[in-house]
């Protein structure tokens, strides 16, 4: 895909989307397109994921390369209003006012959004509140939370407003596995007809929730399509790459190509070497039995 | 419960209250006063109960409880942010809005503004009061040499009347002052409107003080009302460049020209109230007006994130 030539207004379409930070190329004419439904956005550190959810959620520019969300251009100001007006976001870093309670700093988050009127405003942020079952902990300071819960709160003013498109960065970084798993669990019961797409470090995420994959490495797009389908395409994506990134690749490879039968490198990702956000190390390829 | 309405209601179904009625309490529909009879009567009648709980929107009930537990959380919460100086301005400056008819929604966008805190209006005090000082120490030292001094003695003060309300409205954009700056940059409020009135309000609390301590300084003369228009061209002038170059360039680019320009004032006429006098008052108001004009031509190119 060269350009954007046929605008879907349920869809984020971007065509050789490039961003460099002074000399550090953070994405290199990426391509893509990311339907209804949820789409994994899968790399190690330093891949582009961050700065591709940020330019989607207009809160950087690209250098370079078309973008199209929801059938709007976020180079105009009305289209990046537009995009704002449908988007919910959830940065990789979410930072609160220090002493922020958690239905205040929802009740903020809704002001942005621009529900002013105040009976709707609090019923909207009671419905969130419910939805990631934080309703008694409303009154509570964000400080003396836990670190799930704050994820949770992050997810919760990202579904303010019911918004068509959710970008959320990382939700589930630093959670236990059961952590994890309620968030899983809570990202699949949204509804399926907003496009919903998330970056994770952890194959399984994609695998348990995810209806599409991108596979991102060093800024450019390796894969898109179903989970499952990136692992029909052999070694090629991997060829005439440095070492440490063809292992990369293939580990994701062979993550993708069982998924009913958790290799050691699974069950590895779900233990504390995760917590820096970085696929395990050492890469153990498994053989084929 | 009286024995009366107890042999009404014990006939199997209740004698003093009609359905209709009860289906149209439960939708809201009676009047202030029939509502408070079904009030006062379901509880002495079990059938009236039945009846309601029949009728009752549960999905509506389940909203208002929901929305009466986030108003109490919300009530509990105090204001936004606690701790801090919203805590008092929640409550003196936040129930002086509050009858001015500030909607609760604006409040609370201009309570979490880094600029509007106790901790920035502190210092915004003690700047001030370093300024008071320092003219107070020069004034005296010249009147015990003999020596007129007080246009030296304002120069701190004169330089710095129009850059604390400039530093406010940066501070109040600057992504690293804000922690949910990236909430704020993606949410659709976050465009002009949010913008004009942090920056009205930045402006007015920083300009109060200024024009305060301005009657405190030695010999100030009309320099509390001298201190204002200078005060808004140098804001409006670097807003409006913001909308050319990115913010804190723009902020830091008209702060430096102000700085010259006392600078300038100084050096050649020997005094630095020069930049406060007739022409330079009228030369303010050329700046305000054509930074305006600027502004309101070039509003939509004014983006924290898309821009960054």
């Known amino acids: 895909m060269e350009s954007v030539k046929t605008v879907n207004h349920r869809s984020v379409q971007a065509a050789q989307l490039t961003r460099r930070y002074g000399r550090t190329v953070a994405l290199d004419h990426a391509d893509l397109e990311i339907c209804a439904g949820i789409t994994g956005l899968l790399g190690p550190n330093g891949a582009g994921k961050t700065t591709l959810l940020s330019i989607v959620a207009t809160v950087a520019s690209p250098d370079a390369g078309q973008l199209s969300v929801l059938g709007h251009d976020p180079r105009d100001a009305a289209g990046r209003l537009a995009i704002r007006r449908s988007l919910g976001y959830l940065p990789q870093e979410l930072g609160y006012h220090r002493h922020f309670k958690v239905a205040a700093f929802l009740d903020y988050v809704a002001i942005l959004k621009e529900i002013t009127d105040t009976r709707r405003r609090y019923a909207e942020v009671a419905r969130v509140l419910a939805v990631t079952a934080l309703e008694g902990v409303a009154g509570r300071p964000i400080r003396t939370l836990s670190g799930g819960m704050r994820r949770r709160l992050g997810l919760a003013q990202a579904l303010l407003g019911d918004p068509r498109l959710l970008v959320l960065d990382e939700p589930a970084a630093g959670l236990d ?108 390829i498994d053989r084929p039995r | ?217 030695p010999g100030g003369g009309w320099l509390p009302l001298l201190v204002v228009l200078p005060a808004l061209a140098v804001s409006t002038a670097a807003v409006a460049l913001a909308t050319v170059v990115r913010p804190l360039a723009a902020a830091i680019g008209v702060g430096v020209g102000w700085v010259g320009v006392v600078a300038g004032a100084s050096l050649t006429a020997g005094s630095a109230v020069i930049a406060y006098g007739g022409m330079a008052q009228a030369a303010s108001l050329g700046v305000l007006i054509a930074a305006g004009c600027l502004f309101a031509a070039r509003r939509r190119a004014l983006d924290f994130g898309w821009n960054r």
């Not at chain 2, 942090?198 to 305060?212: D, G, K, N």
């Open chain 1, 177 to 284: 596995p059961e952590q994890r798993l309620r968030f899983r669990e809570m990202l699949s019961g949204l509804p399926a007809d907003r496009v919903t797409v998330l970056s994770t470090h952890q194959v399984d995420d994609v695998i348990a929730i995810c209806s599409s994959v991108v596979v991102l490495l060093a800024g450019q797009v390796r894969f898109t399509g179903p989970p499952a389908g990136c692992a029909g395409r052999g070694t090629s994506v991997a060829c005439g790459r440095p070492r440490s990134e063809r292992r990369s690749v293939l580990a994701v490879r062979r993550w993708l190509l069982a998924p009913h039968r958790p290799t050691a490198a699974v069950r590895r990702s779900s233990g504390p070497g995760d917590r820096r956000g970085r696929l395990p190390a050492p890469i153990r």
């Open chain 2, 1 to 217: 419960m009286t024995d009366a309405s107890r042999q009404i209601c014990d006939e199997g179904r209740c004698q003093a209250v009609a359905p209709e009625l009860v289906a149209a309490y439960s939708r809201g529909a009676l009047a202030q006063a029939a509502a408070w009879s079904v009030e006062a009567h379901l509880p002495a009648c079990r059938y009236c109960r039945a009846a309601l709980a029949v009728e009752v929107d549960r999905a509506r009930l389940e909203r208002n409880r929901a929305v009466l537990l986030t108003r109490l959380a919300l009530s509990q919460a105090g204001g936004p942010v606690t701790g801090t100086a919203a805590v008092l301005l929640t409550g003196l400056a936040g129930r002086l809005a509050a009858w001015c008819g500030v909607p609760p929604h604006i409040w609370r966008l201009l309570s979490v503004t880094p600029s509007l805190r106790r901790s920035w209006l502190a210092g915004v005090a003690l700047v001030l009061g370093t300024a008071i000082g320092t003219a107070r120490f020069v004034v005296v030292h010249a009147e015990a040499a003999g020596a007129t001094a007080r246009p030296a003695g304002l120069l701190l003060f004169l330089l710095l009347a129009p850059l604390l309300p400039l530093a406010g409205v940066a501070a109040a954009f600057y992504p690293r002052l804000d922690p949910a700056a990236d909430l704020a940059t993606a949410a659709p409020l976050s465009g002009i409107w949010l913008f004009c009135v942090r920056a009205v309000a930045v402006i007015a609390a920083v300009l109060v003080p200024v024009m305060l301590a301005a009657l405190a300084v």
